[in-house]
């Protein structure tokens, strides 16, 4: 295993799909020894294709990779035995099973925290373990009701779900957090704890200024397309060739790029002289901003803005992120295992000066590791 800085850390992964699996991939990154259990079918995105490379899902190959996999299942008491031991042995549980449902296995936070008091037990689920329990919870559905949907797509067009499983990744990253900070209070106490996540309550925080606008001003927000509620110019805005994306969100800015566009004039008007007007009067401004715009292609004003310190960027496909982010020397790739399990993932995205993340172990086989882990479990030589 990895030296990095939670090395020793052992984690049961009793997740599947995205926001659990997710989780874990990121302590593996960071040197946990991730064991990841599964059903004798195996995880579900194992075969969510097309895309796939060989045989197996891209979608399994992004999220899973510094684990080892061990098949149990859970309805043989022989199998549940060795899962309730290895949660036994365990620092950290995470699991997205349906609030309640591995009670039956004793493998619920009661059960597994009377035999293992100091154990950190992080449960992940669409709408908490109270009354929304008995809810599936799929990140569109969230994304539904939580009001994203409404909030995306053109105003009198109908609302979109976002193009990634948004509030899974968030949930998964919120997961992350609460296991860093209980295992920090297990440091200095001694005591596990049961750290709860759920997709509701992660897309709510996440939903931030359109949240507040509710909560605090008691504003329903509404689908504006890819304009900006609070701020413009923030939005793409066309050019000789392709539209760029242009976010001018404060009066120095705005003047810099007025300066850039040879209207000067127009940053001393006092129509467009605070953020609130710019926002207020957006159908005046922006005919002003296009009609110099349309003058040179995207990539030429994308290079005259960055000198001056004006954020705007290309509207790329991912391929063009890649491209971009090796460009600014992000290194985005990098490849984990060797010879032919060798597979090309996307970088860890924290960076650390003493304990780097670890990329050694390529996303796992069903059952790769299950000979070595149940000898282990039962007693056997270390794996």
């Known amino acids: 295993m990895t030296d990095g800085p939670l090395s020793g850390v052992l984690v049961a992964d009793f997740s599947r799909i995205l926001a659990g699996p997710y989780a874990t991939m990121l302590l593996a990154d960071l040197g946990a020894d991730v064991i990841k259990v599964e059903g004798p079918q195996g995880d579900d995105t194992r075969t969510w294709t097309p895309p796939a490379r060989g ?90 009701m939580s009001g994203l949907m409404s909030l995306t797509g053109e105003p009198d067009g109908p ?43 992660s897309a709510l925080t996440g939903l931030v200024n359109q949240s507040s606008a509710y909560v605090a001003g008691g504003v329903v927000p509404f689908r504006m397309g890819n304009a900006h509620p609070s701020v413009f110019p923030y939005e793409p805005l066309p050019t000789a060739d392709h539209d760029l994306i242009v976010a001018a969100a404060n009066d120095g800015q705005f003047r810099k790029l007025c300066e850039v566009l040879g209207i000067p004039e127009v940053a001393d008007d006092p129509r467009f002289a605070r953020n609130a007007d710019r ?41 063009g ?11 985005p790739v990098v490849v984990v295992g060797e010879g032919e399990r060798a597979v090309p993932t996307t970088r860890h995205p924290i960076r650390f000066s003493e304990t780097p993340a670890g990329y050694a172990l390529p996303p796992p086989e069903l059952d790769e590791h299950g000979a070595e882990l149940r000898k282990w479990l039962e007693g056997g030589a270390d794996a």
């Open 55 to 144: 045989e197996t899902s891209t979608y399994y190959l992004g999220v899973n990779r510094g684990k080892r996999s061990i098949a149990l299942d859970l309805r043989d008491e022989g199998d549940a035995r060795l899962a309730r031991e290895l949660a036994r042995r365990a620092d950290v549980l995470v699991e997205n099973f349906r609030p309640g449902g591995l009670a039956k296995y004793g493998l619920d936070h009661a059960a597994v925290s009377a035999r293992n008091p100091g154990v950190v037990y992080a449960s992940i689920s669409g709408f908490g373990s109270g009354a929304g329990a008995r809810v599936p919870g799929y990140d569109l559905m969230v994304q539904a």
């Open 159 to 201: 609302p979109y779900r976002a193009g990634i499983s948004v509030f899974d990744v968030m949930a998964g990253n919120h997961a992350v957090i609460g296991v860093l900070a209980a295992l920090r209070h297990r440091d200095a106490t001694g005591q596990g704890q049961h750290v709860e996540v759920n997709l509701m309550s």
């Open 279 to 319: 926002t207020a009067r957006r159908d005046e401004l922006r005919p002003l901003l296009v009609e110099r715009l349309v003058t040179r292609r995207a990539d030429e004003w994308f290079a005259l803005l960055v000198e001056a310190g004006i954020p705007s960027g290309p509207i790329n496909t991912i391929d």
């Open 321 to 331: 992120g890649f491209a971009a982010a090796e460009r600014f020397g992000l290194e």
